[in-house]
């Protein structure tokens, strides 16, 4: 059984540029946070800290060691030499059954509507594609940490919503912790059972939303996660308007009251 | 179509070389410009001399001893270099002076150095091409994309599996400019220590030919260079082709 990763009292500067300072998140196990915030803010600083790429100044993060990663960054990050099945099997040798390994991939591919591109090199696709074929390396890679840096950029929305249902169906299937970075709101609020607010720099907390609200039932335009989403824009873009310190918070955030909007759906943090 | 177009160029411009060939051949002395039918002669008579073959043996196991050597180390040292600070301090200025030493002075100080025989032919080779391998070696290893490194390491690739599968593709394109360049190189160098050097050999053979002013002969074994040459570039172009099918269009 594993617990809560706790990323505590991280400190991060880049240069003279201060990008994470006292910096504390509980990360809940088996379920999906989303990560919001301006660009630069540091979200994908915090998820390669969280992986283990980029080493913190000081601070500690626990509750990591057990975990097996897979890992959707932000640039597709494929092997140019080798062919769409072949990145995914270069990954995954060893890790899958080798006489299952084909059929394996191939499903993959086919989940991520690139079935009849398995032999295609990473040159020879468009942007969306290798963005998929990145996708479906991180889903196919067996782990129970994903992390997400802005998985669905570049797709058009029909793929982005199929995507999204995909990374539903796949949490639904293997409940595993996930962190997904993104820009869009509206997709943090499609997929999380939390979605958490950055600020500008240094990266702060602005809020930490809990989502109760089964993804299965959530859609676009549903108007509960309309309001929500307002609230959310208006809160980040304050944030990051440059004043980026603890005031904001005290300031905008706690009167907001999610709750009189539906209680059930989720409760402050 | 355009196939025959270039075809025709083809026989047209060697038909005005070898016009203009022939007249020069009778305006000039034998010596300084032989008739194209001697020099042809002699390629068709080398073709069925058995120690033309030999000396040709020879001087294709020079090349391909020293080019192997220079490889292998020259590998070797350009990641002892990106790899160790200490050693890139150390060899770093080396190999920067090694590229500008004229190949002369190498065959002079040899010459000194080393008994005459296939060492010495050997050795100068190796000390031409080392920087040049190592030089593009080292600037593929330094175009290794490392966000693909960390890549691998979040996903548990094996180290093993990292050399073979991210490493190796990635340093491949500039090890074989280098092979590119230091073939011709050691091609022409191979026959240019051989005749200051040794009695075999190719090398040798023109040596012999400019003492007894056979310019035809000089000519006849020019040729043979060259088609060597060009079909060992031609061997190694299809290596890399192979190597890098990623590249070509589907
Ligand atoms: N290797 C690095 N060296 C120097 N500065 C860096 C480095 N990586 C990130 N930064 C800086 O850290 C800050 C946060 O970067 P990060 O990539 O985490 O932002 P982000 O929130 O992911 O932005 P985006 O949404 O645009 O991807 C930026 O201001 C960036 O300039
Ligand atoms: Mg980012």
Not at chain 2, 6 to 32: E, G, H, N, R
Not at chain 2, 110 to 130: E, G, K, R
Not at chain 2, 172 to 185: C, W, Y
């Amino acid at each position: 059984m594993h617990k809560n990763i706790e990323i505590k009292n991280i400190e991060k500067s880049y240069g003279e540029f201060q990008i994470l300072d006292n910096f504390n998140l509980t990360i809940p196990r088996d379920k999906i946070m989303c990560i919001v915030g301006s660009s630069g803010c540091g979200k994908s600083t915090i998820l390669n800290i969280v992986s283990g790429l980029v080493k913190p100044d000081s601070g500690d993060i626990s509750n990591i060691d057990d975990k097996l990663i897979s890992y959707v960054f932000q640039e597709p990050r494929l092997l140019l030499w080798k062919s769409a099945k072949d990145n995914l099997k270069y990954v995954l040798k060893g890790k899958i059954d080798e006489k299952n390994l084909d059929e394996y991939v191939e499903d993959w591919l086919d989940n991520v509507g690139l079935s009849d591109y398995k032999d295609f090199y990473p040159r020879q696709m468009s942007g969306g594609m290798m963005q998929r074929l990145a996708l479906a390396r991180a889903f196919a890679m067996p782990s129970n940490l994903l992390l997400m840096d802005e998985p669905f950029k570049g797709l058009d929305a029909p793929l982005r919503h199929k995507m999204i249902e995909l990374l539903q169906r796949l949490w639904e299937n293997d409940k595993k912790t996930i962190i997904f970075v993104t820009h869009d709101i509206q997709e943090a609020l499609l997929i999380g059972h939390r979605v958490v607010a950055l600020s500008g720099r240094p990266a702060e907390v602005l809020d930490n939303i809990k989502l109760n609200m089964p993804i299965k039932d959530r859609k676009i335009g549903c108007t509960k996660l309309n309001r929500i989403q307002g609230t959310l824009y208006e809160l980040i873009e304050k944030g990051s308007l440059g004043v980026n310190n603890c005031k904001i918070k005290d300031k905008y955030c706690p009167p907001i009251g999610f709750d009189t909007i539906n209680k059930n759906m989720f409760n402050y943090h | 179509m355009l196939k025959k177009i270039d075809k025709k160029m083809i026989v047209l411009s060697t038909t005005t070389f070898l016009i203009i060939w022939q007249i020069a051949s009778m305006v000039y002395p034998i010596v300084v410009v032989p008739s194209p039918r001697s020099v042809i002669l002699k390629v068709f008579i080398y073709l069925f001399e058995k120690e033309f073959y030999e000396d040709l043996g020879i001087t294709l196991f020079r090349g391909a001893v020293a080019y192997i050597i220079a490889l292998v180390v020259g590998i070797l040292i350009a990641f002892l270099i990106r790899y160790s600070e200490i050693l890139r301090k150390i060899i770093y200025p080396y190999l920067m002076a090694l590229q500008v030493i004229p190949r002369i002075s190498w065959i002079l100080l040899a010459m000194i150095w080393f008994p005459l025989n296939s060492t010495i032919v050997i050795f100068i080779i190796v000390v031409t091409i080392i920087p040049i391998i190592s030089l593009n070696t080292l600037d593929g290893l330094y175009n290794i994309d490392y966000s693909l490194i960390e890549m691998a390491k979040i996903f548990n690739v094996p180290k093993v599996e990292m050399v073979k599968g991210i490493i190796i593709p990635s340093i491949a394109p500039s090890i074989f400019s280098g092979m590119k360049v230091a073939l011709g190189t050691t091609w022409k160098t191979v026959v240019m220590a051989e005749l200051l050097t040794v009695q075999t050999g190719i090398g040798a053979r023109l040596s012999y030919a400019k003492a007894a002013f056979a310019t035809d002969h000089i000519m006849a074994l020019t040729f043979y260079i060259v088609i060597v040459g060009l079909i060992f570039q031609g061997l190694l172009t299809l290596l890399k082709n192979h190597f890098e099918r990623w590249k070509m269009d589907a």
